[in-house]
């Protein structure tokens, strides 16, 4: 089930999430800092793979979550800087299972940060191996929740790198 508020609150069978932090209303053109990391919206929609180059030429990954405040952070910028329900993150899952693994290899997880899937999520899939972050549900209503699909398809993307001092 998933309920929305004034503050974006996403809850699922496997993790309830609040978002603590206002919508974005910065410069949607610039990199935002946000523990020991920056993250930039790309809005022009991309492949999984031709995003994951556009991050490398700015010196970035595509974005990594590891752990509860990164995805509410994530979350509340992304419904301030795009209109799109979809974009994606970096975090791809193995052909043969559901096992998902981070492009971004400087990133620790959280022991205890349960990954905000949509319920049925995710499906083994041989096809549909990339993380997709549906920020809004069809009625462009907050969602926060997290899906794979396939590879291919078109999306805008949160590109992450270690902050500049």
């Known amino acids: 089930t998933t309920t929305t508020t004034t503050t974006p609150t996403t ?3 496997t993790a309830t999430l609040t978002t603590t932090f206002p919508p974005f209303t910065g410069d949607a053109g610039v990199f935002v800092k946000y523990d020991g990391w920056e993250y930039l919206h790309m809005a ?3 492949s999984y793979a031709n995003a994951m180059s556009s ?3 700015l010196g970035a990954t595509l974005a990594a979550v590891y752990n509860s405040n990164v995805h509410s952070f994530l979350f509340s910028y992304a419904i301030g800087v795009t209109s799109v329900n979809e974009l994606w993150l970096g975090g791809r899952f193995d052909s043969q299972s559901t096992a998902l693994h981070w492009d971004n290899e400087d990133v620790v997880v ?3 940060f349960s990954y905000p899937f949509a319920d ?4 083994a899939s041989t096809i549909e191996t990339c993380l997709l972050f549906s920020v809004r549900d069809s009625s462009s209503n907050p969602l926060g929740l997290w ?3 396939r590879c291919s398809r078109s999306r805008t993307f949160i590109c992450q ?5």
């Open 11 to 13: 809850t699922t069978a």
């Open 44 to 46: 022009n929609k991309q």
């Open 55 to 57: 991050c490398a030429s």
């Open 110 to 112: 959280d022991d205890v």
């Open 120 to 123: 049925n999520y995710p499906v």
């Open 147 to 149: 899906t794979n699909t």
């Open 161 to 165: 790198r270690p902050a500049s001092q």
